[in-house]
T-cell receptor, first 116, second 111 residues
Framework: DTGVSQDPRHKITKRGQNVTFRCDPI?????LYWYRQTLGQGPEFLTY????????KSRLLSDRFSAERPKGSFSTLEIQRTEQGDSAMYLC??????????????FGQGTRLTVV | QKEVEQDPGPLSVPEGAIVSLNCTYS??????FMWYRQYSRKGPELLMY????GNKEDGRFTAQVDKSSKYISLFIRDSQPSDSATYLC???????????FGRGTSLIVHP
């Protein structure tokens, strides 16, 4: 499978615990995005990496969130001291930018987080 | 006002109907336009990608972009029950390339 891979698919955690998600992008893609999606809403941008550099963070990304992409390959998203409001689907996407006119993003299946 | 507006529906149509899904946007810098299909509890799947104004066709799907009106559409011909899903429009600007999404339209195709 050469698509975007996310792990785990589901995570249930108690409030206050830390959680970490992993994303493996399509191998030749240089850009990696993290999005959050809640029920009935479209994906909301959190942050992105161009190779290993984290270039932009949304205001949605509070201090409890941290993302890394060591060596420009896979990425991790950590949430510290989880709150019930963090319950959502966390989506990872990758793309090749700048392509010629081809810059579309491909998504993984997401990690569904439930904070109890 | 959100940058990308999309009616959440639901839109219910009989099998075989032509479906029209639409989004409007306010950011004139958007130049890349995408449509994704998302089944329940799954990640979004890219359906169509367009770079410029005009039409692009792929099988039963046609994407239409009107930059002058800041309006994009996705048409589905001969709709099938398997097309029942949420359809998300997304768009990005040159330089940024970060997709900004609408909230999605829920489509139900009943036999």
């Amino acid at each position: 499978d050469t698509g975007v891979s996310q792990d785990p698919r589901h995570k249930i955690t108690k409030r206050g615990q830390n959680v970490t998600f992993r994303c493996d992008p399509i191998s030749e893609h240089n850009r990696l995005y993290w999005y959050r999606q809640t029920l009935g809403q479209g994906p909301e941008f959190l942050t992105y990496f161009q190779n290993e550099a984290q270039l932009e963070k949304s205001r949605l990304l509070s201090d409890r969130f941290s993302a890394e992409r060591p060596k420009g390959s896979f990425s991790t998203l950590e949430i510290q001291r989880t709150e019930q409001g963090d319950s959502a689907m966390y989506l990872c996407a990758s793309s090749f930018v700048p392509g010629l006119e081809v810059t579309e993003a491909f998504f993984g299946q997401g990690t569904r987080l439930t904070v109890v | 006002q959100k940058e990308v507006e999309q009616d959440p529906g639901p839109l219910s149509v009989p099998e075989g109907a032509i479906v029209s899904l639409n989004c409007t946007y306010s950011n004139s810098a958007f130049q890349y336009f995408m449509w994704y299909r998302q089944y329940s509890r799954k990640g979004p799947e890219l359906l169509m990608y367009t770079y410029s104004s005009g039409n692009k066709e792929d099988g039963r799907f046609t994407a239409q972009v009107d930059k002058s009106s800041k309006y994009i559409s996705l048409f589905i011909r001969d709709s099938q029950p398997s097309d029942s899903a949420t359809y998300l429009c997304a768009m990005s600007a040159r330089g940024s390339y970060i997709p900004t999404f609408g909230r999605g339209t829920s489509l139900i195709v009943h036999p």
